[in-house]
């Protein structure tokens, strides 16, 4: 599945650069990069914003924000573990079908 952290791999490779460098480059922590690239963590649009910026504007924030929501759009379809747990937070339900 090509999902974000296939695609920053990717990425790493063709600018040839390890986690550590784009993390100094685009001035994030390294084990914040690391999280982002094991699935661990979302990029916001700041992160977005800054992977635009270093690709020359070649790859626009929006596509790598695209990727995230494609990984979010899939978590709410298959995570029925984390939904059962949120329903427990509901108090009232206001309509039933």
């Given at each position: 599945?090509?999902?974000?952290?296939?695609?920053?791999?990717?990425?790493?490779?063709?600018?040839?650069?390890?986690?550590?460098?784009?993390?100094?480059?685009?001035?994030?922590?390294?084990?914040?990069?690391?999280?982002?690239?094991?699935?661990?963590?979302?990029?916001?649009?700041?992160?977005?914003?800054?992977?635009?910026?270093?690709?020359?504007?070649?790859?626009?924030a929006?596509?790598?924000?695209?990727?995230?929501?494609?990984?979010?759009?899939?978590?709410?379809?298959?995570?029925?573990?984390?939904?059962?747990?949120?329903?427990k937070?509901?108090?009232?339900?206001?309509?039933?079908?």
């Amino acid at each position: 599945d090509k999902n974000l952290s296939h695609f920053l791999n990717r990425y790493l490779e063709v600018v040839k650069r390890n986690q550590k460098t784009l993390a100094e480059e685009i001035d994030i922590h390294t084990s914040r990069l690391n999280r982002i690239i094991k699935g661990k963590e979302k990029i916001g649009k700041p992160i977005a914003y800054r992977l635009e910026t270093h690709s020359g504007e070649l790859i626009p924030a929006i596509y790598w924000w695209r990727l995230m929501q494609k990984e979010v759009e899939q978590e709410i379809l298959t995570e029925k573990k984390e939904r059962e747990m949120e329903k427990k937070h509901v108090k009232k339900i206001v309509y039933r079908a």
